[in-house]
């Protein structure tokens, strides 16, 4: 990536841009971070973004700070949640930051990427630390957050704590007293707090840089309960598949945001598309990219041939687990058996989504069993294909 | 004072009143506090009516707590106020404290009531804490106080600190887990805070009791700023002499509230007032008891005999500070050298307001010295008379 690209690239706001690009013009080295909060993590592309954004500055020879919100994920964002879940206790938080900082390795050169943990100036922070923070706030400025906004005109609650986040992630940029903060669009009214708390406590004046977000391959939000989403970890093979299954208007941004395709090779595909040309071969270099990203060139190359023969095979791979079926069992049972979905219930759905087929014939009953195909046919093996890219052959 | 004016002497509301009955029908011994933030310390008789409910519940054999506000005190409820105060530190609260408690004690009886201090439970709070205690409140509940609905309605800030304030305050309730909560009319919303919060945090179900506000001797909020306090430790003369100025409506709240005269006699006080009684001798009468509870009984008619003679000599006191006027020197600048008044400011509103006189004469001009005096006249001494009960002999 181009250094000029910083503000730039894969970027939805700069606040203010002014006082942004005379930070940069000036030569210092500025301190920038991104601070997460280690809830979960199975890390996806989406949350790539960021994190290259981050890793951008550091190679741009930046002071690059990856600040874990392991104070702040104890109690995780309650914004617009359950009000009474259950905290997370610290040991969780540690185990899943541990796995966090595996799959962002990733990503982020922790030679150049410093590691920091809130909990080490919030954890001190009393009742009178707290008042003294929130005193620079007022009511009226909290609920000027979208979210917020909405909720007031609904006639829905807001918890009093959902006003204490904000301040809290805020307090780490008057602890850590930076240049520039980075974080996806939706963590934009954090962020803002920040900025003001680090004016109010004196000191440096920070600029805020929130990051496009994008959507999982199905075209909605990225998230685990879509199943759309491209992991991190994701095998060379998904990770190319799904690539190649994501709605055609994301191509381009999944290549801006997520990869470092020249922004000029960017504009071309942009310019066929418009023109008419078949969006494949783009998702095919998108997929190619990525693969070559997060495992190597080879294995890019190897998941490309093998998707290759499948399309030339009329969509079969040549090889696929095996299952026996049980006597009487039920497809459904089977397809949980061997892991194929992750339960009865979704095969269920898949079934009336009409996505299970069986040598190319679409099963209609949630109660369909082996029982009615011929001795000959199972000896052979029939293949059951699940979804676009889940096959199993089950042989008697 | 009788055991079953308890809920009712000197009370503003009881919440929830069903509550309060059974409580104190069942007979038990019931936990009963009163919170006080030591901010400043010259207590008047407009604190002593929380304080003496508390006596009260005291002598009724149940267990009765003093809470200084140690923590929050170093705050103060900022609800309203500049927000950005200097905080007191732990060393002034508790000196405040120090002088506050000898006050109280004319009233508490340190061998019945228990004194603790918030800071050993608040202190310990995080973040976290706060988190937790704030997540039982919407946003929408803490603006339907009275106060805060006002601002909005004016389009004037609310700090986020002042939502906090209750939430501390509330929490002292759960760490005492009581039955009862004592406090004036102004800390109603706080109290039922500290209600809500004993609740969620399973504790016992606390009734709250407000007592009622009496006004300042002029009928205005008693306050040091409007000069219109009666104060605990108000010499004999100035008790007397102050409580005979109040307005004529507020002696039987005074009685109610101030004092142990029985309920019988004052209602037969507004009574006679209602009828055209002369007030005078009620307010001597309130006087009188006021005297005697802050001093003892000869104090009282001594301070009575004063005033009687004072009357009887058209409002001149037998004994008076005197004071030299140099040569040239200002009336006002005399009067604040003897301290009659505290400024040069106050001497000219006094004199704006018509309450300097000479020998009866009125003084008009902030300019007026003693030149334009006779000698004569100087030589015997001049009464220099400021408001209504201060005077000074000047002679040359």
Same mark, same amino acid.
């Given at each position: ?30 301190? +920038? ?14 949350? &790539?973004? +960021? ?15 990856? /600040? ?27 185990? $899943? ?12 050169? %922790? $030679? ?14 009393? %009742? ?6 929130? &005193? ?26 959902? %006003? ?8 780490? &940029? ?103 040309? $078949?969006?494949?071969? @783009? ?23 093998? @998707? ?48 299970? *087929? ?11 069993? @082996?029982?009615? /195909? ?16 889940? @096959?199993?052959?089950?042989? *008697?």
């Amino acid at each position: 990536m181009q250094s000029d690209e910083l503000l730039t690239r894969g970027v939805a706001k700069v606040i203010p841009q002014k006082l942004a690009v005379q930070k940069l013009k000036e030569g210092k080295k500025l301190r +920038v971070y991104l601070g997460i909060d280690p809830t979960g993590a199975h890390l996806h592309i989406g949350h &790539s973004v +960021v994190l290259r954004k981050l890793q951008q500055f550091a190679d741009a020879d930046h002071d690059a700070i990856f /600040l874990i919100g392991s104070f702040t994920a104890m109690m995780g964002d309650p914004t617009g949640k359950d009000l009474q879940r259950e905290p997370l206790t610290f040991e969780q938080v540690r185990k $899943n930051f541990e796995l966090y900082k595996e799959q962002a390795g990733k990503i982020l050169d %922790f $030679n150049k990427v410093k590691i920091m943990y809130n909990h080490e100036w919030l954890k001190p922070l009393g %009742f009178d630390d707290v008042t003294k923070i929130a &005193s620079n706030f007022t009511v009226q400025q909290m609920e000027q957050r979208d979210m917020f906004e909405k909720r007031i005109e609904e006639d829905k609650p807001i918890g009093v704590h959902e %006003f204490l986040y904000p301040l809290m992630v805020g307090y780490d &940029s008057v602890h850590l007293d930076v240049d520039c903060e980075i974080g996806g669009t939706d963590q934009e009214f954090n962020m803002l707090v920040g900025r003001t708390l680090q004016k109010a406590y004196g000191k440096r004046e920070k600029f805020v840089l929130t990051n496009k977000l994008i959507e999982g391959t199905d075209g909605r939000k990225m998230s685990k309960t879509y199943d759309n989403c491209i992991y991190l970890d994701d095998t060379p093979k998904d990770m190319y598949g799904k690539t190649l299954s994501i709605k055609d208007d994301l191509i381009t941004t999944y290549m801006e945001c997520c990869t470092d395709i020249p922004l000029k090779e960017i504009t071309s595909v942009e310019k066929k598309m418009r023109e008419g040309a $078949n969006p494949k071969e @783009f998702k095919m270099r998108l997929a190619r990219e990525l693969v070559t990203m997060y495992h190597d060139e080879d294995a890019a190359l190897q998941a490309e041939e093998e @998707f290759s023969a499948v399309f030339a095979k009329g969509g079969i791979p040549e090889d696929m687990p095996e299952a026996k079926a049980k006597k009487g069992e039920l497809l459904i049972d089977l397809l949980v058996r061997e892991k194929i979905v992750a339960s009865k219930s979704e095969a269920r759905r898949l079934i009336d989504q009409n996505a299970v *087929s069986i040598d190319g014939k679409i099963v209609t009953s949630h109660d369909f069993n @082996f029982e009615g /195909l011929t001795p000959e046919a199972l000896a052979k093996g029939v293949v059951v294909k699940v979804g676009k890219r889940k @096959f199993v052959k089950v042989i *008697s």
